[in-house]
C-alpha cells in the first residue's frame, strides 16, 4: 500500500473518582483547554496501557519488551536455549551487542535510555552465532569481541517487528539507524468538561493495636473524576511498511482498535476501581489526513436545572456535530465511518451518533466492518 490511509479512533468514556495518571505531586495531571481545567491521561500513559493489552490478550502476538536491559533479556534467552549458565551468557551477550555502541546507562548491564524490540528479534539474533557457541564460550573476552564483531545484529532488529514495535516505533537518539517511525499517534485524554481536584482524606487502621483509638497511618490522595475525550489515529501505510505484510497490517489495525478501546491506564485502580468500558466508539477511515475532533469540546459540556441528558450523552452530541460541520465544510468525507454506542436508541444522542457515523453496532461488528473496510480500501486501490 503506498497511499496514505488513516484509521481515526474517538472513543467517550466515563471514569469515575480516580488518580489515572499522576503528575510529580501525586494528583491526577490536568490542562487548560477552552480556558477552563481539565482532566488529563497522558499518551505516555494510555499507550502503555495498550501496549499491555496486547501482551495479555494477543495470543499470537510474538512479545515485546521496553527497557533498558538489553543484554540481560538477550544472555536469558542464550542461557534458556544453550544451557550455557548465565555469567557466560552475559559475556557474550555483551560482547555481540558492544558494536552497536549502545550508551551505556548508570546501572551495570543497563543502556542510558529505554530500548523497544520483540523477543522473536533476539531470536534471530542469537541465531546467527548459535553454531559457533560451544567455541566462543572457550575464548578470552579480547577474542570473544573480535569473533563477534560482524554479526548483523542492527539487521536483525531492524526487521521481523512485533506489532507493538511496528505501531507505536522506535526511538534511539544517537543510534538513528535502529529507529522505526510509529504508525500510531494518540492524544492526551481531556475531559471534555471543567474538572476540580478534590482530596481524599484517608485514614488506615492497625489491625492489632488494641490500645489506642486512633489511625496507624493518615494521608492524602488528589482524585478527580471525568467523562474523557480519548483520540488515536493509526496510519495504516506506514503499519504496512513497517511490518511488510497486506494481512498483518489489517489484523493489526483491528488488534489496535480493540486494544485502544478496551484498555485502562492502572494508576492507584486498588483504591479506586476505576475500570469502566467507553460509552462510545466511532471509527473513521480516512484517504487524505487524521482529523482529531476535539475541538467539539473547546466551550466545555455543562450540566444545567432539568437537564436530562448526562455529560457523557451531551458529549456525544458534540462529537457528532463537529464531525457533520467538518465534513460540510472541508467537503473530504472519509471513506468509511462506524460506531458503538450504549446510549438509549430512541436518546438524541443516539440520533446524533447514528446521523453522523452510521447505525449502532456491537463492538465485535465495528471491529469486522473495520477489517472488511481496510481489506475493500486496498482492493479497490
Known amino acids: 500500500m503506498t497511499s496514505r490511509l488513516y484509521v481515526d479512533v474517538h472513543v467517550l468514556q466515563t471514569v469515575p473518582p480516580a488518580n489515572i495518571n499522576r503528575d510529580d505531586n501525586g494528583d491526577p495531571k490536568e490542562a487548560y483547554f477552552g480556558g477552563v481545567r481539565r482532566s488529563r491521561v497522558s499518551s505516555q500513559a494510555w499507550k502503555r496501557a495498550t501496549r499491555k493489552y496486547f501482551a495479555e490478550h494477543n495470543p499470537t502476538g510474538s512479545g515485546a519488551v521496553r527497557t533498558k536491559q538489553i543484554a540481560s533479556q538477550l544472555a536469558k534467552r ?24 549502545i550508551k551505556p546507562g548508570r546501572k551495570a548491564g543497563e543502556t542510558a535510555y529505554l530500548l523497544f524490540f520483540g523477543y522473536e528479534q533476539l531470536d534471530a539474533i542469537i541465531d546467527l552465532f548459535a553454531e559457533q557457541i560451544p567455541e566462543l564460550v572457550e575464548l578470552d573476552d579480547d577474542t570473544l569481541a573480535e569473533r563477534l564483531k560482524d554479526v548483523d545484529v542492527q539487521g536483525r532488529l531492524n526487521q521481523g517487528h512485533p506489532l507493538d514495535v511496528a505501531l507505536f516505533g522506535r526511538m534511539v537518539a544517537d543510534i538513528p539507524a535502529l529507529n522505526v517511525d510509529a504508525a500510531t499517534q494518540v492524544a492526551h485524554a481531556l475531559s471534555t468538561h471543567s474538572v476540580e481536584l478534590e482530596m481524599d482524606y484517608y485514614t488506615a487502621v492497625d489491625d492489632e493495636n488494641e490500645q489506642n483509638t486512633g489511625a496507624g497511618m493518615i494521608g492524602t490522595i488528589g482524585f478527580n473524576s471525568a467523562t474523557l475525550y480519548r483520540y488515536a489515529t493509526l496510519g495504516v501505510h506506514q503499519l504496512e511498511k513497517n511490518l511488510g505484510d497486506a494481512e498483518a497490517t489489517d489484523d493489526g489495525a483491528r488488534l489496535f482498535l480493540d486494544a485502544f478501546s478496551r484498555s485502562m491506564p492502572t494508576g492507584h485502580i486498588n483504591s479506586y476501581a476505576h475500570r469502566t468500558r467507553p460509552s462510545l466508539v466511532a471509527v473513521i477511515v480516512r484517504a487524505d489526513q487524521p482529523v482529531n475532533l476535539v475541538s467539539a469540546f473547546e466551550k466545555p459540556v455543562a450540566l444545567r436545572d432539568g437537564d436530562t441528558e448526562g455529560i457523557a450523552e451531551k458529549s456525544a452530541c458534540r462529537l457528532a456535530a463537529e464531525h457533520e460541520l467538518a465534513v460540510r465544510q472541508w467537503g473530504d468525507g472519509p471513506v468509511f465511518a462506524g460506531a458503538c454506542h450504549t446510549f438509549a436508541p430512541d436518546s438524541r444522542a443516539a440520533r446524533s451518533v447514528e446521523q453522523a457515523f452510521g447505525p449502532n453496532h456491537t463492538f465485535g461488528d465495528l471491529l469486522d466492518q473495520l477489517h472488511r473496510a481496510l481489506r475493500a480500501q486496498r482492493e479497490n486501490a
Open 78 to 101: 542464550l542461557d534458556d536455549r544453550h544451557r550455557i549458565g548465565m555469567e557466560q551468557a552475559q559475556r557474550l551477550a555483551n560482547a555481540v551487542l558492544q558494536p552497536l555502541k
